[in-house]
T-cell receptor
Framework: KAGVTQTPRYLIKTRGQQVTLSCSPI?????VSWYQQTPGQGLQFLFEYFSETQRNKGNFPGRFSGRQFSNSRSEMNVSTLELGDSALYLC?????????????FGDGTRLSIL | DAKTTQPPSMDCAEGRAANLPCNHS???????VYWYRQIHSQGPQYIIHGLKNNETNEMASLIITEDRKSSTLILPHATLRDTAVYYC??????????????FGTGTLLAVQP
């Protein structure tokens, strides 16, 4: 079974731009979660989507948004980029229903803001 | 905030067992203990999880104390490729309709040749 795939792996943007990151979950997984990892704050939860609906959201400004498509693929968008948005953005997937099961992570998109 | 406490770093000699402790003194009856690790520049990798009984898989063993307030992850024969940050996470059995994981700062395990 293919793992979680995130694209692109690396991205360089400038302040004020916007960016869209993509995540393809493991086949059959309906839950997709996004995390931001920085040296100062560590791994922080951004939001989770299940069956095209956001079902939980972390403490991030409205510039951070996401969506999920009917095939469970997900995208996250960051608008009006700031230097502090430089981070590794990770996506994780799991089946999403019933008793919790392990989440499986992709290798992330490393976003650098100049 | 994370509900677990781990030492910031540990060393282990290659070929020896690595024992990584985790305190979760406020764990409730429905909460599992999960372990993940993150090798540099990769996403976190699931290792093992348990509720109250000891668990073993091809990667590691998980020992949970009888009062469930602490646990130990054991890598039986550490190799250089096991050098990583190890995260201990407490999760509700049914997730409360969410798969949110709360990561602490983890333990950096350095396996020495």
């Amino acid at each position: 079974k293919a793992g979680v795939t995130q694209t692109p792996r690396y991205l360089i943007k400038t302040r004020g731009q916007q960016v869209t990151l993509s995540c393809s979950p493991i086949s059959g997984h309906r839950s997709v979660s996004w995390y931001q990892q920085t040296p100062g704050q560590g791994l922080q939860f951004l939001f989770e989507y299940f069956s095209e609906t956001q079902r939980n959201k972390g403490n991030f400004p409205g510039r951070f948004s996401g969506r999920q498509f009917s095939n469970s693929r997900s995208e996250m968008n960051v608008s009006t980029l700031e230097l502090g948005d430089s981070a590794l953005y990770l996506c994780a997937s799991s089946p999403g229903t019933g008793e919790v099961q392990p989440q499986h992570f992709g290798d992330g998109t490393r976003l650098s803001i100049l | 905030d994370a509900k677990t406490t781990q030492p910031p770093s540990m060393d282990c000699a290659e070929g020896r067992a690595a024992n990584l402790p985790c305190n979760h003194s406020t764990i409730s009856g429905n909460e599992y203990v999960y372990w993940y690790r993150q090798i540099h520049s990769q996403g976190p990798q699931y290792i093992i999880h348990g509720l109250k009984n000891n668990e073993t898989n091809e990667m590691a063993s998980l020992i949970i104390t009888e009062d469930r307030k602490s646990s130990t992850l054991i890598l039986p024969h550490a190799t250089l490729r096991d050098t990583a940050v190890y995260y201990c996470i407490v999760r509700d059995k049914y997730g409360g309709a969410t798969n949110k994981l709360i990561f602490g700062t983890g333990t950096l395990l350095a396996v020495q040749p």
